[in-house]
């Protein structure tokens, strides 16, 4: 055999083997980590160029989204060199060392495809294809006509309401394509409005709250501060939720489309705050000078949460959400002074999710991961003031307090609080009530079950 034969026969067998470690099922483009060169890989039908894969944000500051389009921009080109269209999905991994929350964090895709700003982590969760991931999620689907290429950039950046709270925060992703298709259900919120039909839920008749309500009339409508919320009112059997071997109550789903909900029991009986003289008790946190303090509930409430959902790394599905501890001041009488939750819900019986926008040392429109639910929720879901009910979901049989103040008036804090029997009044912050914390799903959390207590809704395990 002569030596050209050989070496021709060696390099055939050698490009063999590299063509079959380069053609794998599914075709996912993956690089080293850190490099900054022009990359490529030709999948079975995908060839991917991408000049740098790794998304690095060290102490960003906080921009709009205005700033954002002009913020430094990863380029890619995705082509179809098949002849048969390909589904493509883009994904992005967070590594090992990023410190700063999904919550805070911008991504936008612009070119042949397009994503508008969208928060991280209200992105569907998605199977990582690197090591050292700490998150993975499916930033959007497309599809590659044969023989068509795809060209775009991905821009990421903190968010302008987004606040670091140290100095040490940095985010690091990876982010990829692959032709390997997520299994895609429906999220919660349309599992949840797809019971009723929005035609059914959008015809229902004007709610009178000045009367409880002690029917299952189901899901109404009602705008909020990201949108239309839809709530749940009355003897409801269907908002029953199994999350971290507790079970809950679906409130609402907020307007930007995340869950909440209320355990269905309470944690512990103590008072709002332990000090009641001066109109800032009434805040869920106020300010001594310039330092800020929790109240007692607050700090109750969150080391529930570290304990019960963080420490149990279920943290993962509960976003930051807004918790209004509205302390806007309707009107004054004399030394007595009354809230908005006091004109709203004791004089008019008008519930409302919208938060006044406040510059005062105690109350607002917080975001936070847990919380208490506010009067007008409660309203919401059948109380009313001063007249029992025993048959509404939030009913228990035992007091419990609400996050929204309601006056200040002969030299105490008053808060808005559910009774024995299920009626809703006010009572000083400092007196002792149940507490039920409230927390929110993500927006892309999906779901099995029925909803009712014997089948509750169970999220489903991010792998």
């Known amino acids: ?86 589904n493509v999905e883009l994904r992005i991994d967070t590594l090992e060392g990023s410190s700063i929350e999904g919550s805070k964090l911008k991504i936008y895709v612009n070119g042949d495809i397009n994503l ?93 709250f000045a009367i409880p309500e002690t029917l299952d009339t189901g899901l109404h409508y009602l705008n909020d501060d990201e949108g239309v919320s839809y709530y749940y009112r009355g003897n409801v059997g269907n908002n029953y939720v199994s999350f971290g071997g507790m079970v809950w109550r679906i409130i609402r789903i907020n307007g930007n489309g995340s869950v909440r909900m209320i355990l269905d029991d309470s944690i512990d009986n103590n008072s709002y705050n332990n000090e009641f003289n001066l109109e800032k008790y009434s805040g869920y946190m106020y300010h001594n000078e310039e330092e800020e303090v929790n109240s007692n509930v607050k700090n109750i409430i969150d080391n529930w949460y570290i304990e019960n959902i963080k420490n149990k790394d279920l943290d993962k599905y509960v976003i930051t959400e807004n918790y209004c501890n509205d302390s806007d001041i309707a009107n004054t009488e004399g030394t007595r002074i009354n809230y908005v939750g006091y004109e709203n819900l004791f004089l008019r019986y008008t519930p409302s999710l ?21 009067a007008s929720e409660a309203y919401l879901a059948g109380a009313s003031l001063n007249k029992p009910n025993d048959s509404y979901y939030l009913y228990k049989g035992s007091s419990f307090m609400t996050m929204t103040p309601i006056d200040f008036y002969n030299g105490k804090s008053y808060v808005g609080i559910i009774l024995d029997n299920g009626a809703f009044n006010n009572a000083p912050v400092n007196e002792v009530r149940g507490i039920r914390p409230v927390i929110n799903l993500s927006v892309s959390t999906t779901v099995s079950g029925e909803g009712t207590i014997d089948k509750p809704y169970i999220i489903d395990v991010i792998e």
């Open 1 to 86: 055999m002569s030596k050209f034969y050989k070496i021709s026969l060696v390099s055939i067998g050698l490009f063999l083997v590299l063509s079959l470690m380069m053609s794998f099922s599914y075709g996912v483009w993956l690089s080293n980590q850190g490099s900054s060169d022009v990359m490529s890989f030709a999948s079975n039908c995908l060839r991917v160029i991408i000049n740098n894969d790794t998304i690095s944000l060290n102490k960003p500051l906080s921009i709009s989204d205005d700033d954002g389009y002009g913020s430094s921009a990863y380029p890619f080109t995705v082509e179809n060199v098949c002849t048969e269209e390909q």
């Open 116 to 208: 508008n700003p969208t928060i991280l982590e209200d992105l569907v969760p998605s199977k990582s294809y690197n090591e050292g991931s700490i998150a993975s999620n499916l930033v959007m689907s497309f599809k590659v006509k044969p023989d068509q290429t795809i060209r775009g950039n991905v821009r990421m950046w903190l968010s302008k309401d987004a606040v670091l709270t140290n100095n040490k925060e940095d985010y690091v992703g990876k982010y990829y394509f692959t032709t390997e298709e997520t299994i895609i259900k429906p999220i919660f919120k349309e599992v949840l409005l797809a019971k009723e039909g929005l035609d059914v839920i959008n015809g229902k008749e004007e709610v009178n």
């Open 354 to 374: 919208k938060c006044g926008s406040l510059e005062k040392d105690y109350g607002g429109n917080y975001r936070l991961k847990v919380g208490l639910i506010t």
